[in-house]
T-cell receptor, first 114, second 116 residues
Framework: AQSVTQLDSQVPVFEEAPVELRCNYS??????LFWYVQYPNQGLQLLLK??????LVKGINGFEAEFNKSQTSFHLRKPSVHISDTAEYFC????????????FGKGTKLSVKP | SAVISQKPSRDICQRGTSLTIQCQVD?????MFWYRQQPGQSLTLIAT?????????ESGFVIDKFPISRPNLTFSTLTVSNMSPEDSSIYLC?????????????FGPGTRLTVT
């Protein structure tokens, strides 16, 4: 079984500042890792994913994440945030071979202030 | 990618009644999923719906409460039966795509259900 921990429930940050949203996971098998974004009153949109290969993954809207197997982490970063990045961000994991069953973290609310 | 629509987008229902949520995809997919997002919480998988077979339910969810239909490769319904206020949540459907072998899961906009 897998589990996901998002260490920060809320992250306030000023516009144009860098941001890191933290995600740790646990699993007894190899995993796929994902970050989703949910804008207010909308569904989830895939930001980026790690399946295999390079541990640094680039996604949409200037976000990137790094898979660290030894630390079982998959932190999301953006060097300079915009007001429009205000949303809730979910980290998710699935075990290889059981891709359909995404296990989500509790989410991190990113608030970008002018 | 996949474009997913859900109906209704939101509803307010009385306890004891049932609501059927529809999920339509713009392309044929093998696997469809139903999730629940309770207020202030993360998403929890309710069940997996494959066309031509019975839905597979996760621990804590039962068919009598959440019956699912999957009549074809582009459509599914989830019914929330005998509702109580605890069923107030956002219900989302999702589909699995494997473009070029790269696994992705896409989500619909959700159905916001309030039970009074």
């Amino acid at each position: 079984a897998q589990s996901v921990t998002q260490l920060d429930s809320q992250v306030p940050v000023f516009e144009e500042a860098p941001v890191e949203l933290r995600c740790n996971y646990s699993s007894s098998v190899s995993v796929y890792l994902f970050w989703y974004v949910q804008y207010p009153n909308q569904g989830l949109q895939l930001l980026l994913k790690y399946l295999s290969g390079s541990t640094l993954v680039k996604g949409i809207n200037g976000f990137e994440a790094e898979f660290n197997k030894s630390q079982t982490s998959f932190h999301l970063r953006k060097p300079s945030v915009h007001i429009s990045d205000t949303a809730e961000y979910f980290c998710a994991v699935s075990g290889r071979g059981s891709q359909g069953n995404l296990i989500f973290g509790k989410g991190t609310k990113l608030s970008v202030k002018p | 990618s996949a474009v997913i629509s859900q109906k209704p987008s939101r509803d307010i229902c009385q306890r004891g009644t049932s609501l059927t949520i529809q999920c339509q995809v713009d392309s044929q997919v093998t696997m469809m999923f139903w999730y629940r997002q309770q207020p202030g919480q993360s998403l929890t998988l309710i069940a997996t719906a494959n066309q031509g077979s019975e839905a597979t339910y996760e621990s804590g969810f039962v068919i009598d409460k959440f019956p699912i239909s999957r009549p074809n490769l582009t459509f599914s319904t989830l019914t929330v039966s005998n509702m109580s206020p605890e069923d107030s949540s956002i219900y989302l459907c999702s589909v699995e795509k494997v473009p070029g072998g790269a696994y992705e899961q896409y989500f619909g906009p959700g159905t916001r259900l309030t039970v009074t």
